[in-house]
């Protein structure tokens, strides 16, 4: 049987409060959400002034980049490039701003920010996993 490690609300805390201090050291207003590895919502923040379409964006951008194992990001790239039918994947939302949380090669979850440019919400995402990671 093999053994894995997982996400703990303790890592949740952790980065959301990493992701949340690099927003607001830029100045941004934006939704958190970090996800387990099925793309199931474990912690959630909306900082004073996201809107509450980031919140359901932030959540969308992470089951993406948690089911799939890649960043969102990835996805939007391929739309960009002319694979049109991405958009059609289910659960899939291609817009930058969800990263995968990846642990000894395995992801073990993921986080979604939205509430600014997308490549802003993506910096304020691996900022949440660094964190984690260090």
């Given at each position: 049987?093999k053994?894995?490690p ?7 805390l ?5 992701a ?19 793309g ?17 964006i ?76 260090k």
């Amino acid at each position: 049987m093999k053994t894995r490690p997982v996400l703990t609300q303790e890592d949740c805390l952790k980065i959301s409060a990493a992701a949340e201090a690099e927003a607001r050291k830029n100045k941004w207003n934006v939704a958190v959400a970090i996800l387990d590895d099925g793309g199931h919502l474990m912690h959630f923040a909306r900082m004073d002034g996201a809107t509450p379409a980031n919140a359901g964006i932030a959540l969308e951008k992470g089951r993406t980049a948690a089911i799939s194992r890649r960043s969102s990001g990835v996805w939007e790239e391929m739309v960009k490039g002319g694979r049109t039918a991405m958009i059609k994947m289910p659960g899939i939302l291609p817009v930058q701003g969800g990263m995968p949380i990846v642990v000894e090669g395995t992801c073990i979850g993921a986080v979604g920010v939205s509430g600014v440019q997308s490549h802003q919400d993506e910096q304020i995402a691996q900022a949440g996993i660094d964190a984690l990671l260090k």
